[in-house]
């Protein structure tokens, strides 16, 4: 199955504010999430095999560490013309069926994937306190076909660290899935183009 690595992103980046929709209609923005101690921003997919191997997993990561003071926020930015599973209904329906507690946004215009230069699903974004990029990697070592146990034990240790004032490791392993599904001439300068 063809996989996508995370770009590499300077530890210490600002987080870039954003203005999506969920699937009831509410409107997020950046300053919702950062009354936290920390913030994970997640860039997943409702079809994505990497995603499907670990969102319960994930869902009960981010419930058992909402009350540590971690807020999360999930964003959908695959194109649904060409992929109806991606659709803000079809979010909303994820969202129930696995269990996210977290709001779980949809970014039609796909440019908030371009600002913070998200690759694939998952694509994880974890800020500290002052919103700066404290760690961009793998949830764990978990892969589709791999048989390892899915445990989120690099983000839970880079999530500890932040949540205790301490900085992440240095050595972050990049995230591996799907690549973002972008809308025909909609990509990146970065994506890289077919032969």
């Not at 404290?134 to 932040?162: C, M, S, W």
Request: with cysteine; charged share 25%.
């Amino acid at each position: 199955m063809p996989q996508t690595t995370s770009n590499q992103i300077a530890i210490g980046t600002k987080a870039a504010d954003f203005l999506l929709p969920d699937a009831e209609g509410a409107l997020h923005r950046l300053s919702d999430f950062e009354d936290g101690k920390a913030l994970l921003v997640a860039f997943i997919s409702n079809r994505c095999p990497f995603v499907l191997l670990l969102r319960e997993q994930f869902a009960a990561f981010a419930r058992e560490y909402a009350p540590k003071g971690l807020r999360v926020v999930a964003i959908n930015s695959n194109d649904a013309e060409a992929h109806p599973e991606e659709s803000l209904v079809r979010i909303g329906e994820e969202v129930r069926n696995v269990g996210y507690e977290f709001p779980h946004l949809k970014d039609v215009s796909q440019d908030v994937a371009k600002t913070y230069g998200a690759a694939c699903t998952p694509d994880f974004f974890l800020f500290d306190a002052d919103v700066k990029l404290a760690y961009h990697g793998q949830f764990d070592d978990a892969r589709p076909g791999n048989g390892k146990p899915v445990t989120g034990a690099d983000l839970r240790a880079a999530v500890d660290a932040v949540l205790n004032a301490g900085k992440p490791t240095e050595q972050q392993t990049p995230s591996i899935g799907c690549n973002i599904k972008w809308q025909p001439g909609n990509e990146p300068s970065w994506f890289p183009k077919a032969a």
